[in-house]
């Protein structure tokens, strides 16, 4: 009996992107990533046809966040990014590098939604 292949998230994403296509005439854009989060904000980011992967590494994680506005995390809202931007908070690397009682008090004023941020900025480092 031959042995079955172990599929990773990239030949999984490949797959499913050739079904939509076959079975449905569908190009997609799909994302894959350690958590749900990166994998949403990764297929965001995709154009049709192609596919994102974010690799576990702490490194490709860090990669990939640093540079994203701090507007495409989850749960900050516009008002929340234009009072990070008083700060000149623009990016997520922006956010990661401020300490975090300073991105407390600047959050203070933008909406409680902002605890996202600021409690992702002690859970791992940028």
């Known amino acids: 009996m031959p042995q079955r ?3 990773d998230a990239c030949d999984i994403t490949e797959l499913i992107q050739l079904r939509a296509l076959a ?3 569908v190009r997609s854009g799909a994302g894959a990533a350690p958590n749900r989060l990166l994998a949403a904000m ?3 980011l995709t154009p049709p046809g192609r596919r994102t992967v974010i690799d576990d590494s702490p490194e490709a994680i860090t990669a990939f ?5 701090v507007r495409e995390l989850p749960g900050v809202g516009a ?3 234009a ?5 000149g908070l623009h990016t997520v690397g922006d956010v990661a590098d401020v ?3 300073t991105l407390q008090r600047a959050t203070v004023q933008a909406r409680p939604s ?4 600021s409690a992702d900025h002690g859970c791992g480092q940028m």
């Open 42 to 44: 990764a297929c965001a």
């Open 5 to 7: 292949r172990r599929r």
């Open 99 to 101: 300490p975090q009682l």
């Open 65 to 69: 966040l640093r540079p994203r506005p």
């Open 114 to 117: 902002m605890a996202v941020a």
């Open 23 to 25: 079975l449905y005439g």
């Open 83 to 87: 009072t990070l931007a008083e700060y």
């Open 79 to 81: 008002k929340a990014a």
